[in-house]
């Protein structure tokens, strides 16, 4: 489990795309290069699933080329400040995730859980071998949200965009928009 990482490029709601492939429900994990606990979980489960990998899929010997999921989003991502002074892995699966909150109830409003807030994620470490090499991937689980983030997409809930409307009255019914304004 990946606890309390950043979500980006968060496509848990509906599947898309990857690289013109079968679409996939995804998200990428960012997580800081000081929560070192985390970051050795990682290279170890990377590591099993390579052992795994050398003898369920190459043959005895772990390649030399092999892709690993953990990246370094100083070196990758040098333009993009969510990335700096972090590492980052990308999950991916055709299942969609169950969505919950930190009391584990079902979340069903996708504006809840987005791109840049904390989550806590469930990931699998996997050997594979395809057309374009051989590597580690990372199967996505669930997702649980466990706080609230800067959102990275620039996209606001309308409750922190608007404030409520009262109508002359007061009753919040909001005015008839062709009746002829006072100022007329």
């Not at 590591?47 to 892709?67: C, F, H, M, Q, S």
């Not at 109830?105 to 859980?113: K, Q, W």
């Not at 580690?136 to 997702?143: A, M, T, Y």
Request: charge should be negative.
């Amino acid at each position: 489990m990946l606890t309390n990482v950043r979500i980006s490029y968060a496509h848990i709601w509906e599947p898309r795309p990857v690289n013109d492939s079968e679409a996939k429900y995804s998200l990428s994990a960012i997580i800081p290069k000081d929560n070192v606990e985390l970051l050795s979980e990682i290279q170890r489960a990377i590591g099993a699933a390579a052992e795994a990998g050398k003898t369920r899929r190459w043959n005895g010997t772990i390649p030399d080329d092999l892709v690993m999921p953990l990246h370094d989003g100083d070196e990758e991502r040098p333009d993009d400040e969510n990335y700096a002074g972090a590492m980052y892995l990308n999950a991916r699966s055709s299942e969609p995730p169950q969505i919950v909150d930190r009391y584990v109830r079902r979340i069903e409003d996708p504006m809840d859980v987005y791109s840049g807030c904390y989550c806590n994620v469930t990931v699998t470490f996997f050997p594979y071998s395809s057309k374009d090499g051989n590597g580690i991937g990372v199967g996505l689980g669930n997702v649980q949200k466990i706080r609230d983030g800067e959102h990275m997409t620039g996209k606001a809930s309308a409750e922190s965009d608007f404030d409520s409307l009262e109508d002359r009255n007061g009753e919040g019914e909001g005015d008839n928009p062709f009746e002829k304004p006072d100022f007329i």
